[in-house]
Nanobody, 123 residues
Framework: QVQLVESGGGLVQAGGSLRLSCAAS????????MAWFRQAPGKEREFVAA????????YYADSVKGRFTISRDNAKNTVFLQMNSLKSEDTAVYYC????????????????WGQGTQVTVSS
């Protein structure tokens, strides 16, 4: 069992920055990769970024590439999402997720989820 807790959300102006954190506990040694998803009201959950736990290979959605950076601190069992040049369309609840095996980055393929943290970008 893996538990995930997100933090760092808040209200920022367009063009600003925000850093999200996700702390993992439990059987963290079983994690293959961790990812960030986001979901706006009335919309489906959308992939944002992912990172492999051992090798640190990263993947990004086209919509955030060049603006967001995912990273990890294995010693602290924590993954981060640095968000720069934020836009109003980035407004959503952001969720971190973990899976125990390689997969494409669909929400249905992730095994564990955090509770989400709200990110609101004002114009």
């Amino acid at each position: 069992q893996v538990q995930l807790v997100e933090s760092g959300g808040g209200l920022v102006q367009a063009g600003g920055s925000l850093r999200l954190s996700c702390a993992a506990s439990g059987r963290t040694f079983s994690i293959y990769s961790m990812a960030w998803f986001r979901q706006a009201p009335g919309k489906e959950r959308e992939f944002v970024a992912a990172i492999s736990w051992s090798g640190g290979v990263t993947y990004y959605a086209d919509s955030v590439k060049g603006r967001f950076t995912i990273s990890r601190d294995n010693a602290k069992n924590t993954v981060f999402l640095q968000m720069n040049s934020l836009k109003s369309e980035d407004t959503a609840v952001y969720y971190c997720a973990a899976n125990l095996r390689p997969s494409i980055f669909k929400a249905s393929e992730f095994d564990y989820w955090g509770q989400g943290t709200q990110v609101t970008v004002s114009s």
